[in-house]
């Protein structure tokens, strides 16, 4: 029997790989959140099964990040676009945690990267920024011994067509899906095949088999057909591995059986749905495994680091002393003086928050019992923020001692986000003793705004995980919501209204009027049922030691079949 290896390993790649605070990542939205935590909890789910793992991060290396904290290889990998060969630079990291990253260079394709910017607009700059940097990925992954590749989204999709047969003789890729409604849909120029042949693989024999997409490029489509083909395993963010719930059902689900499901909801014809896969059929034909990603303890408020003084005095040092965390003084001198970490037994903490969230967001002490709600995030599409901004002046009217505190930071060149900045300024200038609005991300703030809220709205059109749903919920805010792909994980403690005609807005708008109605009544007139739903939220098992497991049940399913059963199964 061959003898069992002592060491899986495992490229994992990502245009976001999180770590922002260390100068040395990015985080543009929740794939970085997924990645950065993930690594570390599938080395101790390895070592629970009697496994050694190694990840390591594969990920671009971005231009505003300071290259002399890097170790540069002695390795320089020739990558072609357009028929024109260059090289990428090398660099390797250790992060004090332990955690390998791996960044790819070139000052041509990444130069003009940014923080807050690393996705191009251009989409064919963008499929040919995907191509090299998915050559130069494979070509370190080729001479690293990897046992497997683990994909994140269709950035970086493109890497197993870059890797040779030689490689899947005996590792393995899988890919993990973050967002379907993106999906690398980019225009042909000169044909099918010359739009292959300029990323350096051969169109005549790719073109049909894997990227023809209505006679576009599909990235998404062509990695999972490589992926399945090689044996390796298609997974998203949340459900469970037979596919029966979450993102993972609502990927497979076709488009006549949610038009059949918004009829029946509403009882009459329907305008328009969200598919959530975006009408490519691949997904209701393919396996596609929900494995529900977990979060970290930290996120727990007795170890969230922004409830600790310590934490938030060094946040401030940062900012400087003309730039305060807190706009009122004396929620700045209560924040930074002392801890407000607490559990479900010390609720009276939680309460001490919603006093200065009212103070910080409305400038005085709160008096009677205000309902505050709080929405945090992106100002986008997506988000669906849009039906608070129209439920708003409604629910002030069947309540005028609700409190709304919005923190959504738009993007400039967004017609979405302009519109929906500008009504939210209107509403907290016509209601400022209602309604507060802040356009600025603060990292401080927002944890204080979880935290000290009674509830929070996330009426997403669609949240393949969901992450603000967990830090909420174990912070002790009630999440307010459509029922959608993660969410789902929270509704045995949350406020989930469920509504699929997207032509029909007021109706929408009225489904969640509804389900904040139902919440507001609860907290006036069933607070011990309120105080239930408080401790079932903070009482979530938000751990990744399931998915985490799940993940290197996925890895070690081809490793044991390459000569490691004793390890696998041990």
Not at 448 to 461: E, Y
């Amino acid at each position: 029997m061959p003898e069992a290896r002592q060491k899986l390993r495992v490229a994992m790649a990502a245009w976001e790989i999180g770590r922002v605070y260390t100068g040395l990542g990015t985080k543009l939205g929740g794939l970085a959140v997924i990645v950065e935590e993930l690594p570390a909890e599938l080395v101790k789910a390895a070592a629970r099964q009697g496994i050694e793992l190694e990840v390591e991060l594969l990920s671009p290396c971005y231009a505003h990040y300071d290259k002399s904290r890097l170790t540069q290889l002695d390795l320089r990998v020739p990558v072609t676009i357009a028929g024109n060969t260059f090289e990428f630079e090398v660099y390797t990291h250790t992060f004090p945690d332990g955690q390998k990253a791996v960044y790819f260079w070139d000052a041509g394709q990444l130069g003009w990267t940014s923080a807050n910017a690393i996705y191009p607009d251009d989409p064919q700059m963008a499929v040919q920024l995907y191509a090299a940097a998915g050559q130069a990925m494979a070509g370190y992954i080729r001479q690293g011994n990897f046992d497997t590749v683990h994909l994140h989204d269709y950035h970086v999709g493109l890497v197993p067509f870059y890797l040779d047969d030689d490689y899947f003789q005996k590792g393995s890729a899988h890919f993990t899906i973050h967002n379907a409604t993106h999906q690398g849909i980019t225009a042909l120029v000169d044909g099918g095949y010359s739009s292959i042949d300029r990323l350096n693989l051969p169109g005549e024999k790719l073109f049909h088999k894997y990227f023809d997409y209505f006679n576009n490029l599909n990235l998404m489509k062509a990695c999972m057909l490589k992926v399945y083909e090689t044996g390796g395993k298609i997974t998203t963010v949340s459900g469970d591995l037979e596919g029966t719930w979450g993102y993972a059902a609502e990927l497979r689900e076709t488009h006549a059986s949610i038009i059949a499901r918004a009829e029946a909801q509403k009882g009459g014809p329907v305008g328009r749905v969200f598919h959530p896969n975006n009408h490519l059929d691949l997904f209701e034909k393919l396996p596609i495994a929900g494995i529900t990603n977990g979060m970290s303890d930290r996120n727990r408020p007795e170890n969230l680091p922004e409830l600790k003084a310590d934490t938030l005095r060094a946040l401030q040092e940062k900012r400087g002393p003309h730039a305060p965390l807190f706009a009122n003084p004396t929620v700045q001198a209560e924040m930074l003086a002392r801890d407000h970490s607490f559990d479900a037994g010390h609720l009276d903490v939680k309460q001490e928050l919603r006093r200065l969230l009212y103070l910080e967001t409305f400038g005085h002490e709160p008096y009677g019992y205000p309902i505050i709600i709080s929405v945090i995030g992106r100002l986008v599409e997506q988000k669906n923020l849009g039906l608070v901004a129209d439920v708003i002046e409604r629910v002030l009217d069947y309540d005028n001692q609700v409190k709304f505190t919005i923190l959504a930071s738009p993007l400039t060149w967004d017609g979405y986000s302009k519109t929906y900045e500008g009504r939210f300024f209107d509403l907290a200038q016509r209601y400022p003793g209602q309604v507060y609005f802040n356009n600025t991300f603060n990292i401080a703030l927002s944890k204080l705004m979880l935290a000290g809220s009674d509830f929070t709205l996330i009426p997403s059109r669609f949240e393949p995980c969901g992450l603000v749903d967990y830090e909420a919920s174990l912070l002790g805010t009630v999440v307010i919501g459509r029922l959608t792909g993660g969410l789902a994980k929270v509704r045995h403690c949350a406020y989930l209204y469920e509504w699929l005609d997207i032509s029909d807005w007021w109706g929408e708008v009225n489904a969640l009027f509804w389900q904040i109605k139902f919440a507001i009544d609860t907290v006036r007139h069933n607070y011990s049922h309120h105080l239930e739903m408080v401790r079932q939220a903070m009482a979530i098992n938000a751990s990744w030691d399931t998915s985490a497991g799940q993940y290197v049940d996925m890895y070690r399913s081809r490793w044991s079949k390459n000569g490691n059963s004793a390890a696998a199964n041990s």
